[in-house]
């Protein structure tokens, strides 16, 4: 168990309830608001890590799913208090309000599911809520929403009812039969039937209560109406009340069950109640974290400060009221539009702790110690901090802050004297693990004697090891800050052009006060400023001379800064532009490569049609020599016009340099590779597999250098796709004998593979001039042969086949004569 955060009482100054009024805000449950206004500081670092990661959880589940089904949860530990005293009997508004509760778990599990991928711890802690399943089914049938005992409940409180229903029924019957006596418009002032003190009673007129014997149990404000029960139904009245009676003990009696039932259930309960409440307190840290745009601070275990930009959480919190102001009714004339918080800088080394703030008045100095001690407090309850990536902070066990005026005319204390007093508890409890911070350390008493204070009480804080933060006017208090080795001055930075405060942090120089400034601009007389100048010490006058040339030059180098920042901002939106150009251009390529394919495919499927209405043409026509060399010269006119085609519509080459004889290349237009047989000018004449294509050389992309290898059969014939007609390749033009082998090996395929390479390979041999094929199949089970024998049989280009010779192969060939006009 770590020690418990001691925050000093004077502490109040920092506004730290203030901030916790601003999470309890984002809280969505009765039980997280208690929890936010309630927190404490941790001081167990690896405890603060888990805390801030659990946040982080919670920013990214309520990113990606949405915030968590808070809605409708009640605050049901008053009904539990009750509960937890042996033979008590809780309400029925109070059991029915648990309904939710119980149904809320049901739906937390589910959402807990859901967030598992990107907050698993906070899914682990959901999927542990007791559900109750048993008991808040026992409440819902015997409880409605509005807190009512339905009768349901119970067998006997259902007969008691249906009995009331019964007797109110034929109570208000026989009422209603002394409206129909002849003298009922004298005797009744109106025509109805109400209740008196659990009675059915009837409206009389006053001078008619002779008329009807009964019971008064009421009169109208006026006397002039009576509420008489009639003799007639006095015992129906009194079954009636006695049935009612029954009722309630029987409610009675299932209320105190219920009780039980709840009772028995406290330690689940308890669980489920505190459970839903810590869920809501780190959702309301989520989401204060995500309206401040806050980072994850880093708990380093060195005593390094950094917090760079650094926002008071106040400031941002009145800057959002300002926004909802504004956008509500519209900013007057005149009225800024927004309400900007400047941030700052926070820098505090180890081996320097105490920093030593000066400045003008309202330039930031007391704004820098609250926004500090208000992010580590932040940060060691939980919570992200508003500020740029990269914080780190360390662990601090206590905070001591003496920040405001605590002059108080009731306990004789001035200014000085309640600070001394709050110093004195300081100095008594501060360690090495402590934050001290001092607003206007030195003031309320003499110059000199408060500088000499406060320069002892720094020494001191800095070989106690705390890490100190103090602002002051105090001119002595500079130069320590300047000497001493623990120590460090920085100041508010001020604009003497415009006499305003820009509330940044400049380390390592000390600050002015610009009084006198400050004063000629509020209106003082100019030469009351001048005596006031003259006033002043020659050592004062000069090192205020100094200070004012260091802003001077701190100004000039940060514009300078700021418009180098701007340049590098012009040069990557210029760069940004560059590169999106470049891939737009990349993107127009791609697209005109996209339809050069395209076009290249639309070619081919041209061509293929083509073949196929010659290959459809020659087995209709006669198979003469004649007929079969126009029907080549139609291929050869349809090539030149693909090729014309191709030419015109060809992508930019990818190969670099042009293609030469025995290069292996792509057609890239056509999707082909093959080797270079011949270049005449700028047409090359390409072999790819069993085709030979001439193309323009801008069509091509170099592959590979030199002469391609040989491929075999398998490499000239490739294996084709089924039930593809005859022909159907893409062939360009018609290959020539030396681009057919005059012989085919189909050892090895089955007979449909070796049907269709046989079909293609007989085409492309009666083509090139081929005037016999040999077809080696093999012997094996005969298969092949008999399918090579069936196809040359019947296939119009094939004059005849025979087996082949010894020299041939034997019976494991076949040899074909094409047919030749």
């Known amino acids: 168990m770590s020690p418990a955060f001691r925050l000093s009482a004077g502490s109040g100054g920092l506004e730290w309830p203030q901030v916790l009024a601003l999470l309890a805000r984002e809280a969505r449950t009765p039980m997280g608001r208690e929890l936010a206004i309630a927190t404490l500081p941790c001081t167990d670092p690896d405890a603060i890590r888990r805390a801030l990661g659990e946040t982080r959880q919670a920013r990214a589940a309520m990113g990606q799913i949405g915030v968590p089904p808070w809605e409708g949860i009640p605050d049901v530990r008053p009904t539990l208090e009750t509960a937890r005293v042996p033979g008590s009997v809780a309400e029925a508004t109070e059991l029915a309000a648990l309904i939710p509760l119980l149904e809320a778990a049901g739906r937390l599990l589910a959402y807990g599911r859901a967030i598992q991928p990107v907050a ?42 249906q009995r009331i229903r019964d007797l109110r029924r034929e109570l208000v019957k026989r009422l209603e039969a002394y409206f129909a006596a002849p003298n009922a418009d004298t005797t009744f002032q109106e025509r109805y039937v109400t209740v008196r003190h659990g009675r059915y009673v009837l409206p009389i007129r ?13 009169r109208s404000q006026s006397g002039a109406t009576l509420f008489v029960e009639p003799e007639a139904v006095v015992e129906a009245n009194n079954d009636l009340v006695q049935a009612a009676r029954e009722e309630e003990t029987e409610i009675l009696r299932i209320l105190a069950a219920l009780t039980d039932a709840v009772r028995a259930a406290l330690p689940e309960l308890d669980d489920l109640v505190a459970g839903i409440g810590g869920l809501d307190l780190i959702f309301a840290r989520g989401a204060l974290a995500e309206r401040m745009e806050a980072v994850e601070p880093t708990i380093a275990d060195e005593r390094d400060v950094v917090l760079r930009g650094a926002l008071n959480p106040l400031l941002l919190s009145q800057a959002w009221r300002v926004a909802a102001a504004v956008a509500g009714r519209g900013a007057a004339e005149g009225e800024p539009s927004e309400y900007k918080v400047i941030p700052m800088d926070i820098e505090i080394k180890a081996e320097r702790p105490v920093l030593v703030i000066t400045g ?70 501060v360690d090495a693990r402590s934050l001290v911070l001092l607003d206007e350390l030195g003031a309320g008493t003499d110059p000199d004697d408060g500088a000499a204070l406060a320069q002892a009480v720094l020494e001191d804080l800095a070989e106690r090891g705390a890490v100190v933060v103090a602002s002051t006017h105090l001119e002595p208090l500079k130069g320590f800050a300047s000497t001493h080795p623990r120590a460090r001055n920085a100041s508010v930075e ?25 004063g000629a601009r509020l209106g003082l007389p100019a030469a009351l400023i001048e005596r006031a100048h003259a006033h002043r010490s020659i050592q004062q006058r000069q090192l205020q001379e100094l200070l004012a040339r260091l802003d001077d030059r701190d100004r000039k180098d940060a514009e300078r800064g700021a418009q180098l920042e701007r340049r590098e901002a012009e040069s990557a939106g210029l760069l940004a532009r560059a590169q999106a150009e470049l891939e737009a251009a990349r993107t127009s390529a791609r697209e005109t490569i996209a339809r050069a394919k395209a076009e290249a495919q639309r070619l081919v499927t041209e061509v293929r049609r083509h ?26 006119e349809t090539a030149q016009k693909v090729a014309h085609t191709a030419g015109a519509t060809a992508p930019e080459p990818d190969g670099a340099g042009p293609a030469t004889v025995g290069d292996r290349v792509e057609i890239t237009h056509l999707g082909l590779k093959g080797d270079v047989l011949g270049v005449d000018g700028e047409t090359v004449t390409v072999q790819a597999g069993a085709v030979t294509v001439k193309v323009p050389m801008q069509a091509l992309r170099v592959v590979s250098r030199g002469p ?96 082949g010779a010894s020299s041939e192969g034997g019976a494991g060939a076949t040899v074909a004569t094409l047919t030749q006009g």
């Open 120 to 161: 698993p711890d906070l899914a682990d802690a959901l999927a542990g809520f007791p559900r109750q399943t048993e008991l808040a089914d026992l409440l819902r049938r015997s409880l409605d929403a509005d807190g009512q005992v339905r009768d349901e409940a119970a067998p006997a409180l259902r007969r008691v009812r």
């Open 206 to 218: 006053a001078e008619a209560k002779s008329r009807l014997r009964g019971i008064v149990h009421d």
């Open 360 to 429: 003008p008045n309202a330039g930031g100095k007391t704004v820098a110690l609250k926004t500090l001690g208000l992010l580590v407090l932040m940060a060691q309850s939980g919570c992200h901090v508003p500020a740029r990536d990269g914080a780190r902070l360390p662990v601090f066990s206590q905070c001591f802050a003496i920040v405001g005026d605590e002059q108080s005319v009731a306990e004789n204390l001035s200014t000085f004297s309640a600070f001394v007093k709050q110093l004195r508890e300081v100095l008594e409890r």
């Open 494 to 518: 001020f604009d003497p052009e415009r006499l305003a405060p820009t509330f940044r942090l400049i380390y390592d120089r000390p600050g002015q006060s610009y009084a006198l400034s400050i």
């Open 611 to 636: 073949v196929n209405e010659e290959w459809d043409r020659l087995k209709r026509a006669e198979k003469s020599r004649p007929e079969l060399e126009r029907a080549r010269k139609r291929l050869v």
């Open 708 to 803: 391609s290898p040989q491929g075999g059969e398998g490499a000239m014939y490739p294996r084709p796709r089924r039930g593809r007609a005859p022909g159907d390749g893409a062939r360009i033009s018609t290959p020539g004998k030396g681009a057919v082998a005059v012989e085919m090996n189909i050892i090895g395929r089955t007979t449909d593979e070796a049907r269709d390479l046989l079909e293609k390979y007989l085409d492309d041999a009666f083509l090139a001039g081929l005037t016999s094929v040999r077809i080696i199949h093999g012997k094996g089970t005969g298969a092949l042969r008999r399918a090579v024998e069936e196809l040359l049989s019947a296939h119009p280009l094939v004059a005849e086949h025979r087996p």
